[in-house]
Every structure is written in structure tokens, then in C-alpha cells.
């Protein structure tokens, strides 16, 4: 008698032993797809923020009023916004705006207080910068 099985249970246990299996390949190129898109994304937002910090220094030693060193600023600045978050972008606007400060008052000499205004922004930027790569890499 044990080796009389309905028809419908052999056939249920024989489709079991073959779509196993299959889906847990299909589920392993799932994540292995998720996975290389967020390495993907977390390359593209490195890039950006490294490129964006340069070239933040590099104007903030510069500063003068339409300098090529703003000109590569204000694209890595543009560039970076396509892929930061939210909080990230907020920090941002607050060095461009310091940026614009510095580029119309033509450095730091001519405003009195602006360095540690414009430091403090740019701490905060890559701070929120920072945090953000925390989070897509746990």
C-alpha cells in the first residue's frame, strides 16, 4: 500500500523537485541584479561627491568672481545634485549660496566672517554626504 500514491500527489512532489530549483536561481539573479545596481549607483554618487569636494576646495581657495575654478565648481555642483538626497541637496544650496557670497564680495579678504560661514557649510555638505554613503552600504 505505501507505494500507491494518488497520481496528483507524485505529480505535485515531481513539480516541487523541479521548480525549486529554478526559482531560487531566479531569486539569486534578482538580488544579484539589485546588488550591482546599487554598486552602481554607489560608484556614481562617489564620483560625484569626490568631484564635487575638488572642486568646492579648489574655489574656496580661488574665489574670484568668474574664475574657470567656479566654472568646474558649479558643474561638479549641478552633477552632484542629480544623484545626492534630499538632505544632501539642502546642504548643498547652503555652500552655493556662501559660493555666490565669496564670488560677489571677490574672496575671503573682502567679507569679514565669510571663511568660517563658508567652512561650516561645506562640513555640513559633506557630512550629509557622508551619511548618505552609510546608509546605501549597510
Do not use: C
Request: charged share 25%.
Amino acid at each position: 500500500m505505501a507505494g500507491n500514491f494518488p497520481w496528483y500527489v507524485v505529480l505535485f512532489i515531481s513539480l516541487a523537485a523541479i521548480a525549486g530549483p529554478i526559482f531560487s536561481k531566479i531569486m539569486e539573479n534578482r538580488h544579484q541584479k539589485r546588488l550591482k545596481t546599487l554598486e552602481v549607483i554607489l560608484n556614481r554618487k562617489l564620483d560625484s561627491y569626490n568631484d564635487y569636494i575638488k572642486f568646492t576646495a579648489q574655489f574656496g581657495y580661488v574665489a574670484p568672481q568668474d574664475s574657470a575654478e567656479y566654472n568646474e565648481y558649479l558643474k561638479a555642483y549641478y552633477m552632484a545634485r542629480l544623484v545626492a538626497a534630499p538632505e544632501v541637496k539642502d546642504a548643498m544650496e547652503k555652500v552655493a549660496f556662501e559660493a555666490n557670497k565669496l564670488r560677489a564680495a571677490g574672496g575671503f579678504g573682502a567679507i569679514s566672517g565669510s571663511e568660517k560661514s563658508w567652512q561650516e557649510a561645506v562640513d555640513k555638505a559633506s557630512e550629509q554626504m557622508a551619511k548618505e554613503i552609510e546608509k546605501l552600504t549597510q
